[in-house]
């Protein structure tokens, strides 16, 4: 009775929480999902604290007599917790399993989900902004940048099955490397020629290592979300 009682106060909790962060907190968080709010109610396991109270228990009341049902209290409480963490905590692997949220895709993964958030929002930007108010001929420049964007932004897109498409983000890392090569190469021909001098090559150099180590950070969310 005390597990369904959880699992019954979930789904109403789950919800408030989600209106809370929804409209007071202006937060963007979407609804979890009714499995995983199921997933949260069966994992309400009680233990040393629930036990801790019990035991807290005097043996006596104030005129000496024993206190009412004491046992009984210990005894319901340890029942409780065996059931609790015995019987739902072996069983919760089969249950979310069974629910199919024991491999989630690398999607879902934080750290690129921000990375979609951000492309859409900078390419929104992009597409919001008023050309005729900037400079002439900028139309071309943001044009573009909005494809940049749009590019990047297909790499970590999901498709119809809700996973990111491994090929087109690996063949897009492989050629941004390529090219950064490519002008690392140019800048250090151009020194060798005289034409910019150490300094200038240390700044462009650095420039180029900022860019290969975010295509690094890519390689490793690529290779997490396998």
């Given at each position: 009775f005390l597990i369904f009682l959880r699992l019954l106060w979930s789904f109403p909790g789950a919800y408030?929480?989600?209106?809370?962060?929804?409209?007071v907190f202006r937060q963007r968080a979407g609804w979890p999902?009714?499995?995983?709010?199921?997933?949260?109610?069966?994992?309400?396991?009680?233990g040393v604290i629930a036990l801790?109270?019990?035991?807290?228990?005097?043996?006596?009341?104030?005129?000496?007599?024993?206190f009412p049902h004491r046992n009984l209290i210990l005894f319901l409480t340890f029942s409780v917790i065996f059931v609790t963490l015995?019987?739902?905590?072996?069983?919760?692997?089969?249950?979310?399993?069974?629910?199919?949220?024991?491999s989630r895709p690398g999607?879902?993964?934080?750290?690129l989900e921000a990375r979609r958030l951000m492309l859409e929002a900078a390419l929104a930007q992009i597409q919001n902004r008023d050309v005729q108010k900037d400079l002439p001929d900028s139309a071309g420049l943001y044009e573009d940048l909005a494809k940049h964007y749009a590019q990047r932004l297909a790499?970590?897109?999901?498709?119809?099955?809700?996973?990111?498409?491994?090929?087109?983000y690996a063949r897009y890392l492989d050629v941004s490397r390529e090219l950064l090569d490519v002008?690392?190469?140019?800048?250090i021909r151009l020194r060798d020629e005289g034409r910019i001098n150490d300094e200038v090559l240390r700044q462009l150099e650095n420039e180029l290592d900022l860019s290969y180590t975010r295509l690094n950070a890519g390689t490793?969310?690529?290779?997490?979300?396998a």
């Open positions: 408030v929480g989600y209106m809370l962060r929804k409209y999902g009714n499995r995983q709010v199921f997933v949260v109610g069966w994992t309400g396991m009680r801790a109270a019990a035991i807290s228990l005097p043996q006596t009341i104030a005129d000496g007599s024993p015995v019987v739902q905590g072996l069983t919760l692997t089969t249950l979310v399993r069974a629910l199919g949220l024991a999607f879902d993964c934080e750290e790499t970590v897109t999901p498709d119809e099955n809700n996973k990111v498409r491994p090929e087109l002008e690392r190469d140019t800048a490793r969310i690529q290779e997490e979300s």
